[in-house]
């Protein structure tokens, strides 16, 4: 099973990405829960946004709240995280990944739930 994030770049204050996650065919929505995350220099991995399996429920972090949407295409078996309103603490690396998360709710956010990570790709938020 492998990801492949991408779409990363350098972009403005204020500006917008996309970024894209291919999922590899191992990889069924119905039973696999995706997640976007971020690390910065220094800091912890944190969680961004998930989509549950199945119904494809959302959750986002405080940080991507009201500027990020994660969206699912099950037929391409891809999983996108449009960013919104940039902002130069966004800067990190992004990466995607994917597992059977057990945990109820936002547990999804939490990156000790998955197994499968995609290799991240880098998001700088600068004038």
Request: contains cysteine; glycine residues 14%.
């Amino acid at each position: 099973v492998q990801l492949q994030a991408s779409g990363g770049g350098l972009v403005q204050p204020g500006g917008s990405l996309r970024l894209s996650c291919e999922a590899s065919s191992g990889f069924d929505f119905d039973y696999y829960t995706m997640g976007w995350f971020r690390q910065a220099p220094g800091k912890e991995r944190e969680g961004i946004s998930c989509i549950r399996n199945g119904d494809g429920g959302t959750y986002y972090g405080d940080s991507a709240k009201g500027r990020f949407t994660i969206s699912r295409d099950k037929a391409k078996n891809m999983v996108y995280l449009e960013m919104n309103n940039l902002k130069p603490d966004d800067t990190a690396v992004y990466y995607c990944a994917g597992d059977r998360v057990w945990s109820y709710g936002n547990g999804c956010l939490r990156h000790n739930e998955y197994n499968y990570w995609g290799q991240g790709t880098l998001v700088t938020v600068s004038s």
